[in-house]
């Protein structure tokens, strides 16, 4: 106990004598678990339909899906490590919780797992969201910059766990203050130092998600769409804003981050913007793989729209954004036009006027829904 009471002096100036009954009593953990399970069910619930689509509807399930699984993982062993926290104390003064040194201890080692998991997430989705880019980037410099953005994310990844793993040598002195000085003789990173570093790492956080977020607009800008269609993929692409201005709220939660500071003990500010960060960021990542499953709700609507505002139905077999053309699309399919009767691609034909004027488009087959395949600007618009 002469530790704990130590600790307090040193972090807090407060001790548990001088607290009321009335501020012993205050306990916020409530409002912190509300706020943290509402994100976690939504964001959960956001990327398992995701994973429906890409797997029932599209019948595939590609590089960005297999990273936006791990960033699952992460949001997951975050949200028990909130649990476990709220359990062992946070949301009471802290003076109150060094009551009992072992609760606080625990407290603080969850904290560390915690603040190593999310890190790995907020990679984790940027590397998805850079795959999912790669679908329909078709010139090598877009291709280029997003292979060397996936490269230098992991390895600054790896680096920053690396110095959040070992900020105190040995290891367990992060969570367990017998070991510091006075009491230990462990080393530890300054205040100020991992301050710092962790400010580098939000700053990072926001400049990738700003990076990827602009970096689809002059792709987009050069497509043969129209207005409407540009400015919907341009909307949906550009999702990462959110993720930015959590990272912002987050930043500045973290240079006012302070022991002496009751927000601290009683809100979790910081970490739990840290978790709104997150999992903005996994549901922003999720929301463009959903259109297949909103299409039809979406043509739908369309469509009473232009009904009700022009008076008359809508063209035939317009929903992607196209000008339609005056005669209604053949689906006719003859066998000589079929390059291959072995193959399970085909070839999209106007049975008038030849090939279909708006590049290659092959449509893989496969049980009752056609894979997608982003060659080009028709399989953009399968996909998102």
Known sequence: MDVARHFIRRQTAVSVESLTPEQIAINKSGSILATVATLFAVTTAVVLLRFYVRIRMVKTFGNDDWAMMFALLCCIVTFVCTILRIDNGLGRDVAVTLTDVSRFRAQIMMTYIEAIVVLAGLSAVKVSVAFCLLRFTITRSYQRVLFGSIIFIVVFTLACCAGLIWQCIPVDAA?????KPPTGTARCMSTRTFINLALMNSVFNIVTDACFAALPMPLIYSLHLNRRTK??????????WFSCAAGIVKIYKQTQFDYYSHDQDFHDSFFTWYFVEFTVGIVSASLPPLKPLFAPLLGYV???????????????????????TTKRWDNTLPLDQ???????????????????????????????YPRSRTIDTPDILIFF
């Open 302 to 324: 369309t469509s009473e729209i232009r009904r009700t505002v022009f008076g008359s139905r809508p063209s035939h077999g317009n929903t992607t954004g196209y000008q339609n």
């Open 231 to 240: 400015f919907s993929l341009a909307l949906v692409l550009s999702l990462g």
């Open 338 to 368: 079929i390059s291959n009767a072995n193959s399970d691609e085909v070839r999209l034909y106007n049975s008038t006027n030849g090939a279909k004027n708006m590049g290659a488009c092959t449509v893989r087959y496969c049980g009752d």
């Open 175 to 179: 969570w367990n203050m017998y070991l």
